[in-house]
């Protein structure tokens, strides 16, 4: 099952709210997937340019191409 659709609006609306994206972890959780389905959805909204993650020390910065 494709869950990059739920990852996507779970990480806008986290980051809308909050200022910040939340880890994988925590968006498993919430989500109740498994870690590696949370990773291979990242991965797939970059792929596509859906996201851009800009990973510097001690943040990590993600935009929306919408």
Avoid: C, W
């Amino acid at each position: 099952m494709d869950h990059t659709n739920q990852v996507y609006e779970q990480l806008k609306t986290f980051i809308t709210k909050n200022g910040y994206p939340q880890s994988y972890n925590q968006m498993a959780r919430e989500l109740n997937l498994k870690i590696y389905e949370v990773e291979k959805a990242m991965e797939e909204l970059q792929r596509t340019g859906r996201i851009k993650i800009t990973r510097i020390p001690s943040e990590t910065k993600i935009e929306f191409a919408d």
